[in-house]
Each structure stands twice: as C-alpha cells, then as structure tokens.
C-alpha cells in the first residue's frame, strides 16, 4: 500500500464536525497525503514548514486547522489569521476555499468571516468588511502592508500567519513587505510556510520568521524497479472552464477501449458523467457515497463492456481491476506522485500498452514536473485536438467505415444506383457524394466543434502588482463560461452500440437535423426534464425531419410527457411512440 493509500479519514484527523460535515458535502472522500500529515501538527500549533505545489490540497491543509479553533466573534473585531498569497487570484481561491469549509462552523448559515484584500479592487470595500470584522484575512503581501500603514488591518489579535506559495512571493519582489508584516505581527503567533520548491531565499524567511517547524515534503517514492508499466503518459494544460470539453475530443481522438477517468470530488464525478454521456459515452459514475450493490452493478456494466467509461474517485477505485483497461485518465492532477504512480498502474498490465492522460489547470504545472521526477517518467505535453483534428479524425473513421462496406458488404443492390447517376454525372463525384452523405451521416457538427479550445500557458499569472496586467481567465465565475458537450455523431460509436436491459420503446420526436437537432440536445431534453438519467437512454437516430429514441418501456409516458412541456433548441417538437416499435 502507497502513502497515498494508507488509511486515514478527516474523521480521524479530528475535526469539528461542522468541518467534517461541510468537506462531506463538497464530496472530499478523505484527506489527500498533505492534509494527512501537516493538519495534526498544525493544530497543535505547531508552526510548519511545507513543500507542496498547488493541486495537491494544500489550502485545506491550513484552512481547516485555522477554522478548527475559531470562536464566534463580536463587530469588529480583528483578524485572528492571515493568509499571504502572491497574486490576486491565488487570493481570492483560497479565501473562497475557506469560506466554503467554514460556513456552517457556528450553524446553519452562520460560518467564518474571511476576507480577501488584493490590489485592483475598490479599497473602500474591503475598509467596511474590516471595520464590521474579520476573522480571516487573506491577501497579496502588497495590499496588505497599505492596509496596515493606513491603520486599518490589526494585526494583535493574530494567532496564525500563512505563506501561501511562498517561493512565488519571493520571486514577485515581496520579500520586504512579507518581512515587514511578520515582524509587525504578535512574536508568539504561529507561522506556517507552504512553497512548491526550497531555494535558499525560502529557507531564509523560514529561518527568520518559524519557531522550530515541522517539516513536510511530498514523500517521493519511487515504484519498485521493474514495476513500472508499460505507459504512454500525456498531459494537456488547458483552463478549467475547458476541461469537459477538451476531454471530450482528446477521448475522441484516442477512442478508448475501456477507461478510468479520475476526479477529485463526488460532484465532480457525477458532473463529468452526465457531460460524458452528453457526448454520446457510455459513462457511468462510481464514487464512494454508493452502495456496495450499486457498484458491483456498475463494475458489471464495465467488465461486460456495455460502458466504455468508469468516472471515479480514488476512493471508489481502490481495489477495482478491470482486464481491458486501455485508458486511465487523470481529470485533475493528482494530489501526490504516488497516487499517480498507483493510478496509471491499472493500464499497462501483462505487456500490453496503456495510456495515461492527464489534464492540468495552467497552475498544477509544477505538480507535473515534480510527478516527472518522482517516477522517473516522461510526460509528454501534447495540444488539445483541434477542429481541423477532429474533422480529419472523424474523416479517417469514415472512410476506415467505408473500407470495411467494401470488404465485407454485398454492395449489388446499391450498383444500379451508381450506374443510373453515372449517366449525368462522373463516378468520382458519385462517390464523393457517397462518401459526404456517408460521413454527415455519422458526425454531426455542434458549436463547440467549431471554435477551438484557447491555448493557454503554463502559468499565465501576474504579479499583483500596482498596474501590472492582471490575468482574469482563472476567476472564479469563468467556470461558468461555455462547456457545453460538443457535438457527437447521431449514432456515434458511443450511443450505437447502447444496450438498455429490460423492454424499450421508440420515441418519435418531431424535430430533426433541419431544426438543428443533435443527440445532446435529446439526452440534454430528456435528462433535464424526466428523471431519467444519460445511461438510461438507448440508441438515438435523427434524421432530415425527425427523430428517434430508444427508452425503457416503463419510463416511455414520462419522457413524452415532459418533452411535449418542453422546447428541444427553442422549439416545441410533437412526442408520440414510434408507430413501427
Ligand atoms: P489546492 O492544492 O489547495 O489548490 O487544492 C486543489 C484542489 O483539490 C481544489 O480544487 C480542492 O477543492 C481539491 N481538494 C482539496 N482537498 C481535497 C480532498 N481531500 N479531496 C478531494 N478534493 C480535494
């Protein structure tokens, strides 16, 4: 068993039960190596000196303690811990971080004061928040030094101090704001540092400004030699309103056999499910909030192979094994390099090739890099397909479709055809219109395959800086941003192949491609309306004028109805069973 693995539940570090209960309801299943070792130490004030990058669930390794002891407090009273961070965004992500953690630590509704103070906004705001009181400021070193020059953030009733990213701070030109703010801090405070890497400038503020710190670093184990799979490692840095998206169409590029497909949370897992299954995947959900019968179901589905795609967490996944495996894919960089070493471990078996896919938020770069040099591997950083990859992959797949017709196929009752056109027109251009009318056929093309995924760099950020550009595409709200499931083929490999246990029944809806119709918009319709969910419903068959849908029998008047109470793309379509069915 990796560290990564060892047993250890928030449960056990613990943790108040308003804190326990508000990571249960974000879908946190247990804590990730980082929060296992620094939140112990850390509440017994302790102060702590971490090596960590972000993506490895280092905000929640010092919020929770800092809430731990957190009492209600009256108007006006001052912070009782600081947060520095280097940039704006980093800021604003972690005060929303631990205001998400806290909310509920004094009831219902009634959580933490935090407040994030950074140069650009409107400093008269964050003057009232201070003024009505506090108990948790986060900020940018910069912000926070006029602050106190103005008399306006006190800092005596601090207790705990943290250096978020330190190292980048440091880069940033901080160094003397940060010394100044912890020498302006109580002496018998406690600090805690978090930095990705340790250069000696780091280790100086530590000297300077940590009593004794407990040390934490990401363990770096090195799979046993000779254990290391036989993996193709990629990753793809894309922001994170692109991720469904972008996996979507790398998915479709590398059209897996069979793949595990890793996220961190319960929500994210049954998100990215019905996104999946939205695109025309057989996906189906496993996370740890399930019932052992429920799982031993969905385990089935996979290993009988009536779903190509397993969406889980690590919890959900410990122990799973599925022999056709071909694809693991990391949705977010894991927490720790050991866990990406046990994860890509389920691909690669028995000398066959597996393929390891990451996908990272331009911030988790690094984490990539320290991933790199733990296990000792390449990582190749590839680009996101793009329309002009998409088309020319789904262009292979028809003509590798019409290759197979001509092989296989008695082609005698299509002939007289040919030759009734080949009097008008060239054989080439006969078969060129086969081979479009072919293709259109099987790929429909939705919004999303129109535009390309924005590139986007490593680590776009800026240094919140008077004046300096301030990078907004990581703002919390840009999630919001378009991620709609682009367009899959009406019969795509995905839904074609869709086998619903028990009776179905046909559904005629009176929309087709004319009115823009495409199997999402029906999946979506259907979904969103009845309480069916994407893998319950069968083929989809959409024509110039129509469309058809396979749905279980017993759920066949429900889903007429609510799709005759609902437009399908701003339209109202007549609903009925498909007379032929
Ligand atoms: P951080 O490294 O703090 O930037 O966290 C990276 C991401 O991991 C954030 O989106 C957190 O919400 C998420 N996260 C942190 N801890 C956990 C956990 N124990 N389980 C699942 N997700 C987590």
Redo the contacts with the bound molecule.
Sequence with gaps: MTTAEAAGTFADLELRPELLSA?TA???????PI?REAVPPLLEGRDLLGQ?A???????AFALPLLQGLQRRGRGSAPVSLVLAPTRELAM?VSE?THRYGKDLFGAGDGARVLPVYGGQPIGRQLRELERGVDVVVGTPGRVVDHINRGTLRLDALRTVVLDEADEMLDMGFAEDIDAILDAAPADRQTVLFSATMPSRVERVARRHLRDPVRIEIRREQPAAGQAPKVRQSAYVVARPHKPTALGRVLDVEAPEAALVFC??REEVDQLTETLNGRGYRAEALHGGMSQEQRDKVMGRLRNQTADLLVATDVAARGLDVEHLTHVVNY?VP?APEAYVHRIGRVGRAGREGVAITLAEPREHRMLKTIERVTGSRITMEKVPTVADLRARRLELTRAALRESLLEDSLDGFRAVVEALTDEFDVMDVAAAGVKLAHEASSGAGPDDDSDIPEVAARPERPDRPGADRAAHERPGHDRARTGPPSRSDGGPGRKGRVLDGPTTRLYVGLGRAAGVRPQDLVGAITGESSLSGRQIGGIEITERFSLVEVPEPAAQEVIDALRGTLIKGRKASVRRDAKS
Aim: charged share 15%; aromatic share 4%; hydrophobic share 20%.
């Design positions: 990571l974000l879908g946190y299943e247990e804590p990730t929060q960590a972000t993506g490895t669930g280092k905000t929640a992500q971080a961190r949370t977010n927490s």
